[in-house]
């Protein structure tokens, strides 16, 4: 059996744990993101559609020679800007991650498939094949909670990331780094940095 891609979740948080309800240091969480050079940025469909607004207003440059591949999450078929995500600028290629009971996609699509699992995807099988099939060897999670909750549960998450923002979401926090029902889970502290802005990098081994 193949062996799977180290995984790791990167994800900016208020300190209660959000991802949402709190405006995240974006500049510093990418500069951040680079210490890992991943081969692959695994995303949610969630994660993709609430991009599909700035996306159809990016300049496109096309992709990233040397790049990270874009896989992306969509067990219902709802992602559709397939070409766009391509040419943003960050990503060498996309591949479509689907489940057999994802909805007819349109012939002759732009986007190469894989699909495992039967009524949801299965994302360990789709490591698995990524890495023996593209070479992919480690994997940054891009996700607001759901994708990163699921991966965690199936214990396929080797890293946890945290660059933990000094605020308290509170009420206006909708989502979670770990999703909705986290599994339990014991975590080694690796490193605690305190940065500019009252910024701490936490990193975790599982």
Known sequence: MAQRPYVVAHVGVSVDGATTGFQPDVARFYQLAQTWKEDLTLAGADTILAQEEALAQAELPGPAEGGPLLAVVDGRGRVSQWEALRDAGHWSDVVALHCALTPPRPPGRPVRELVTGADRVDLAAALRTLG??????VVRVDSGGGLTGALMAAG?????????????AGERATRFWYGSAPAAAPLTLVTAQSLPDGLVWLRYHR
């Open 132 to 137: 023996r099939d593209d070479g992919v060897r």
């Open 156 to 168: 396929l998450v080797d890293e946890v990331s945290l660059l933990v923002h000094p605020c308290l």
